[in-house]
């Protein structure tokens, strides 16, 4: 098995993890749904039984199940798009480009559902992981394609233009320390070491 054959199993793997993680929230999502609901009609009740501060009660516990479904939400949102960039560098093999995003991307989401949904750290820490990989052995062995990116004529040019500066005594303009601070210095430690 080629090295790309064996990196196209690994995005495999990570996508399939990914799929694994959407289900579970969109399991969480459903099951907050339906809790929420159920809260509102009881907040419903207690309204309609003049018991204001327990409809309160509910009522701040539906706003929360809700913005936690609202970050599950846009949390999966965002592992889609993760998905489809792995299923594109897959077909692409331009991974360099591609990966350095992703794996930004699973941090912001780790952060977001890692509290709500158990073992969502594990599984997002697993596929940075597998991804960081990747791109480590990408740049390591794909080593001429990435200079090639990163080495271009007017890189070049801004190089010597920067070694020449350097080479004029650019060290020299640099500004003297105050004397002042060094003289008070020097005083403080005297007046130490005859004490």
């Keep these: 098995m080629g090295e790309r054959e064996s990196l196209k199993l690994q995005i495999n793997d990570a996508i399939t993890t990914i ?43 539906v706003a929360l199940i809700r913005s936690l479904s609202g970050k599950l939400s846009k949390s999966r949102l965002v592992l889609e798009v993760i998905e489809l960039r792995l299923e594109t560098v897959v077909e692409t093999e331009d991974l360099a480009s591609t990966l350095r995003p992703a794996i930004d991307a699973i941090k912001n989401v780790k952060n977001d559902i890692g509290p709500i949904i158990p073992k969502a750290d594990e599984l997002l820490a697993q596929v940075n992981g597998q991804l960081s990989d990747i791109l480590a052995t990408t740049f390591h062995t794909d080593v001429k394609s990435v200079d090639s990116v990163i080495k271009t004529s007017s890189a070049e040019d801004v190089m010597s233009e920067v070694r020449a500066m350097l080479g004029a005594g650019l060290a020299s303009e640099l500004p003297n320390p105050p004397e002042t601070e060094s003289v008070a210095l020097t005083q403080s430690q005297e007046e130490l070491s005859e004490a």
Excluded: F, V
């Excluded at 204001?52 to 009522?59: D, G, H, M, S, W």
């Design 19 to 61: 799929r694994g993680l959407q289900s579970k929230i969109d399991i969480s999502t459903n099951k907050m749904d339906e809790r929420a609901k159920q809260l509102l009609q009881s907040a419903g009740e207690y309204y309609g039984k003049q018991e204001r501060e327990r409809a309160t009660l509910y009522a701040n516990e």
